[in-house]
């Protein structure tokens, strides 16, 4: 990581790294489990471990607003995938490596705040997302799509005494790609509502 200084105010920061991602004991071994009649998860002996390598540039404001561009390379990448078998009515399910899988993009984070009242944080990330695999049931595949997230996370001081606050979080993700397949959009809302006392531990 290397934070560069332009003021008081402003400051770059460039990072890079690099990571080795294993799978998981059982979604390696030579072993069928049958979930139905119709669907069954098969292990992968042959599944490698993936290497993950990504770069990050920030521009953070006022120690708190941080525009980032960022672009990740993972070769190996494993998942789990379902599969028509087409010499029977079952549906597999089983971890595979891919070529690789990449993602560009930018994120912005906005944090703002009303009075007492309100402590908000909007973050935006918007990417290009391609995967790749010459080998997946002998369907070779070269995919890639645009998509963006909204993540939105929202605290009400109800009040100060006692302490009770509101939490409502919101997340939507427009659709994106999985291997050959195509994932919906989605989304969600929470809400919590958290009433923090303190104990007199004396006596």
């Known amino acids: 990581m290397l934070p560069i200084l332009l003021n008081r105010e402003r400051f770059l920061q460039l990072s890079f790294s690099g990571n080795k991602q294993y799978p998981s004991y059982w979604s390696t071994n030579n072993t069928i489990s049958y979930v139905s009649s119709y669907v069954e998860v098969q292990g992968n002996p042959y599944l490698k471990p993936s290497r993950e390598y990504e770069a990050n540039l920030s521009y953070i404001l006022k120690s708190k607003y941080i525009f980032s561009a960022f672009f990740n390379h993972v070769p190996d990448y494993f998942i789990q995938l379902p599969y028509q078998s087409p010499d029977r009515l079952t549906l597999v399910y089983k971890y595979h490596n891919f070529n690789y899988q ?41 995919r890639s799509r645009y998509s963006f997230m909204v ?25 994106t790609i999985q291997g050959i397949y195509d994932l919906s959009r989605s989304y969600n809302v929470n809400t919590a509502l958290r009433w923090t006392f303190a104990i007199n531990m004396h006596k």
């Open 102 to 142: 990449q993602q560009a993009g930018l994120q912005t984070v906005i944090p703002f705040k009303v009075k007492e009242f309100l402590n908000s944080r909007l973050t935006v990330v918007g990417y290009y997302k391609r995967e790749k695999d010459n080998d997946f049931y002998n369907i070779p595949f070269d």
């Open 151 to 175: 993540n939105m996370n929202n605290t009400f001081t109800v009040s100060s005494k006692p302490d009770i606050k509101f939490m409502l979080t919101g997340f939507y993700q427009n659709g």
